[in-house]
């Protein structure tokens, strides 16, 4: 159950990292602070955060800063995904077999430029903000263990094995 439990953490971290590449997405469009649907939980948690105004910006610039490693990522991931409908169903294990490799190396490459960011964010954020920030994150990671709960049969506890 450990495993499982590694497993989720890894997923939930992911997900809010690209929480975070979400809300780079709306800063383009919307400016920084109003976030689109995606970035809606960072800019909550961000705004929870007090951040200066100082702090905003640079926020904004490391944001705008990772935009081209990121987008030749997403872009590749687009045209995998593309490649995966073109066999309309057919299947072609070699072909699957190079898309999945390829999903995989561009997924990899996404979690190192994500942690890099998260990395980056934190570098500018005071102990008081850092604090709070591992408190919002306790509290998403506890709401998202009771969502799992509840999607695989309710009240029974884990076994750790």
Known sequence: MIKKSLVILAV???????GIFALA???RHHGFGRPGMHGRGVMM???ALDLTDEQK??????????????QPIHEQ???NHEK???????????AVTEIADSQGDLTAQLIVTRQRVKSEIFAILTDEQKAKAEQLHEGMM????DRMKSWHGGDSEPSEE
């Open 12 to 18: 939930v971290t992911v997900l809010v990292i690209g």
């Open 25 to 27: 997405q709306r800063a």
């Open 45 to 47: 948690a961000l705004r």
């Open 57 to 70: 910006t640079k926020v904004k610039e490391i944001m705008e800063a990772s935009k081209s490693t990121v």
């Open 77 to 79: 991931m687009k045209a």
């Open 84 to 94: 995966l409908a073109d066999l309309k169903g057919n299947f072609d294990e070699t």
């Open 142 to 145: 506890n709401r998202f263990k």
